[in-house]
């Protein structure tokens, strides 16, 4: 059964952030089919750092920070994946 979001932050130690991103990684694995591919991954990243590059280079007064805190998200669970689909989660 899937832990809630409040259950996931108390055993993240209250880390709303990285629960954020086991939502996100979830999402994104139930979304889309795994990652080919370092070569798709790295696209896929290269997206995504895009997308934050758009806001971090508004103006301070216009940025989104909501939307920077998404791009950071999808970023970290973009990596995470890249791992996991990659065979790249061990050390070594």
């Known amino acids: 059964m899937a ?3 409040e259950e996931l932050r108390l055993a993240l ?3 709303p952030f990285l629960a954020d991103l086991l939502t996100e990684l979830a999402t994104a694995q139930q979304r ?3 990652l ?3 070569h798709e991954a790295y696209a896929v990243l290269l997206e995504e750092v895009d997308e934050l590059w758009d806001e971090v280079r508004k103006k301070r007064e216009t940025r989104d920070l909501p939307a920077v805190r998404t791009e ?3 970023i970290a669970a973009m990596a995470w994946r890249t791992a ?3 065979g790249l989660e061990e050390r070594g």
């Open 3 to 5: 832990r809630s979001r």
């Open 13 to 15: 130690g209250a880390s």
């Open 32 to 34: 889309y089919k795994p």
């Open 36 to 38: 080919n591919s370092l």
């Open 72 to 74: 950071l998200l999808q």
């Open 84 to 86: 996991l689909d990659c």
